[in-house]
C-alpha cells in the first residue's frame, strides 16, 4: 500500500512541480501564519522580549478583561449579520434586474454597480459626503431643506458612526460574487424558461423562484463563501470612516482590535489570540452555510 | 422606451413591459446613488480653492480649474525624491507581483483542474477553506512572518504573498476543467510533457480566466497603501504617498485629496472596462459545489 502511494506520488511528480511555486509561497504566507498564529497565543510573544509561554492567559484576558473585545465582537456581528447578508441579496437581486435587460444596458448597469468595488481609495470621499461640520455635504442639505437645524456628527457620533458605514459597505461590496451571480444567470439554459412558460409560469417572480435559483446553486455556494470573509474582515472602511481607534471604540471590529493590538502595541501574542478566534468562528460559519444551501438548492 | 429594452430574440411572455420600466427607472436611481462619490470626488477635484470652502457647500463644480492636480504634481515635486520614483515603485510592485501571481496560481490550477492525484482533492479543501480568509485577517501573522524573513521595507513584503492568490487560482482551475480532455489526450500521446501541455494548450485555451485573475490581482495592489509594511521613502508607493501629501495639511489638501483618489483610479477603472466580457466568462465557472 505505501509502496504503491509512493510510486503514484513518482508518476505525478511533474504535476507536483507546476504547483510548487505557489504551494511554496501559499505555505509560507498562508498556512505558516495562521498556524503560527494559533502557537503564538498561547503566549506572550510582544516582538521585542523572548517568547514565552503563558497558556490560557491570553484568551482569559480576552474574555475576561478586554472592554474593547465585546463591542468589536458585536460591531463585528452586526456587521457579519446585517451587512453580509444584505450584500449578498444585493448582488443577487441587481444580478438579475440587470440580467433581464438587452446586452447593451446590462454592459454599462454591470460596469456602474461594480466600479466602486475596484475604486481602491475612492471610498474616502465618504468622509466628505458624511462630514460632521456644516460644510459637510450631506449635512448641509439636511440643513437647507429643513430637516435638521445643526450639523449631525456623523462619523464621530456613536449613534451614528454604524449606519453610515453599513450604508458604504454596501455600497462598495458589489465585487467578485456579483459578477459572478451575472454570469451565473446568463449560464441558464433558455431553453428552461420556455419550458417553464409551457408549465403555467407567467411572472418573472415565479422565474426567479422556480428555474433561475435552482439552477444557480455552485454561484450562491460560491458567493456566500466570498461573502462570509468580506464580512468578517471588515476593517478598511471603519478604519478610513471613523478612524482606529473610532470615538469610544464605537466602530471597533475584531479585525481594527487586532490590527490596533498587533500592530500599534505590538501584543503579537495577544492579537494571535483574537485571530485566531475569529478562524475558527468563520471556518464554522462556512460549514454551516454551506449545509444549509446544500438542503435549498440542487447541488 | 421599450423598444430598447426588449431583447432581440423578443420579449418573453413572463416580462410585462411595465415592469421592464419600473425596473429600469428603479436601476437607474439606484445606479446613481453608486456613482454619486465619483461624481462628488471629480467634482471636488476639479474646484478651484474658493469653491471648496464655500457655504453652504456645492455639489457640482462652478469654474473647473486643474490647479488641484497640478498642485499634487508640485508638491510631490518638492519632496526629496523624485515623484517619478513613487510611480516606479507602484509599477513595480503591482507587475511583478500581478505576472507572477498570475503564473504560479495557473501552474498550480492545471493540474488540479485536470488530473487526480494524491493529496490533490486535500489541496483542493484548503484552497476552497482559505477564499475565507480576506488579506485583513490574516494580517497579523503574516505581518510577524514578513519580520522572520527580513521582508520588512522592501517591495517583497507586497509582492511575494500576493503571488500566492488562491481567489486567482480557484476561477482557473474552475475554468480549466470546462476544457475538453480529448485536447489534451491528443498532446499527451503525442508526448508533450505536463509543463508543455500547459504552456501551449492549456494557457492559450484559457485566456479570460488568466485575464480575469490579471485585473483581481492588479487591483488589491495597485490600491495598496504600503506605509505598514515599507518605511525608506525611496521605495513607497503612489498610495502611500498621497495618503502622506493629503493627511499633513488638512486645509488646502482636501482638493489635492480628492485629485489624488480620481487619478489613482483610473487604471484598475480602465483596465476593467476593457476586460468585463472576459471577466464575465470566467465568472460562469465561478460555481462552487458542496
Known sequence: ?299 | MSMTIITKVGRRQTHSIFGDIVLFLFLALLGAFMLLPFIYAISQSLKPIEELFVFPPKFFVRNPTIDNFLNLFQRTNNMWVPFERYIVNSLLITVIGTVGGVLFAAMAAFPLAKFVFPGSRKYEFVIILSLLFVFEVTYVPQYITLSFLRLIDTPWALILPAMANTLGLYLMKQFMSQLPDSLLEAASVDGASTAKQFWSIVMPNVKPAWITATILIFQALWNRDTSTYIFTEQLKNLPAVFRQISSTNTIATVGIGAAAAVLLMIPPVVVFLFSQSRMLETMAYSGMKG
Not at chain 1, 185 to 191: I, K, S, T
Not at chain 1, 223 to 241: H, K, R
Not at chain 1, 243 to 260: E, F, K, Q
Open chain 1, 1 to 299: 500500500m505505501k509502496k504503491t502511494l509512493f510510486k503514484e506520488i513518482r508518476r505525478n511528480s511533474d504535476k507536483y512541480f507546476l504547483m510548487l511555486p505557489f504551494s511554496i509561497l501559499f505555505v509560507v504566507f498562508t498556512v505558516i501564519p495562521v498556524i503560527s498564529s494559533i502557537l503564538l497565543s498561547f503566549t506572550d510573544f510582544n516582538m521585542l522580549q523572548p517568547v514565552s509561554f503563558s497558556g490560557w492567559s491570553n484568551y482569559l484576558r480576552i474574555f475576561l478583561d478586554d472592554d474593547i473585545f465585546p463591542i468589536a465582537v458585536k460591531n463585528t456581528l452586526v456587521f457579519a449579520v446585517i451587512t453580509g447578508p444584505l450584500s449578498y441579496f444585493l448582488c443577487l437581486s441587481l444580478a438579475w434586474m440587470i440580467n433581464e435587460f438587452n446586452k447593451n444596458i446590462r454592459t454599462i448597469l454591470t460596469f456602474i454597480f461594480y466600479v466602486p468595488s475596484i475604486s481602491g481609495t475612492l471610498f474616502t470621499i465618504w468622509a466628505y459626503i458624511f462630514s460632521g461640520d456644516s460644510n459637510g455635504l450631506f449635512n448641509s442639505i439636511l440643513m437647507r431643506l429643513g430637516i435638521n437645524y445643526e450639523p449631525v456628527l456623523w462619523l464621530s457620533d456613536p449613534r451614528y458612526m454604524l449606519t453610515v458605514i453599513i450604508i458604504v459597505q454596501l455600497w462598495a461590496s458589489l465585487g467578485t460574487s456579483f459578477l459572478a451571480f451575472i454570469a451565473g444567470l446568463q449560464g441558464v439554459d433558455r431553453a428552461l424558461y420556455e419550458a417553464g412558460t409551457i408549465d403555467g409560469i407567467r411572472t418573472r417572480f415565479q422565474e426567479l423562484r422556480f428555474i433561475t435559483l435552482p439552477s444557480m446553486g455552485p454561484q450562491l455556494m460560491f458567493a456566500a463563501v466570498m461573502q462570509i470573509g468580506a464580512a468578517f474582515g471588515v476593517s478598511g472602511i471603519c478604519v478610513a470612516l471613523a478612524g482606529n481607534p473610532s470615538t469610544d471604540y464605537a466602530a471597533a471590529t475584531i479585525v481594527t482590535h487586532l490590527s490596533d493590538m498587533g500592530t500599534a502595541r505590538y501584543e503579537m501574542g495577544y492579537a494571535s489570540a483574537i485571530a485566531t478566534i475569529l478562524f475558527i468562528t468563520m471556518v464554522l460559519i462556512n460549514f454551516g452555510i454551506k449545509h444549509l444551501l446544500k438542503r435549498y438548492t440542487n447541488i
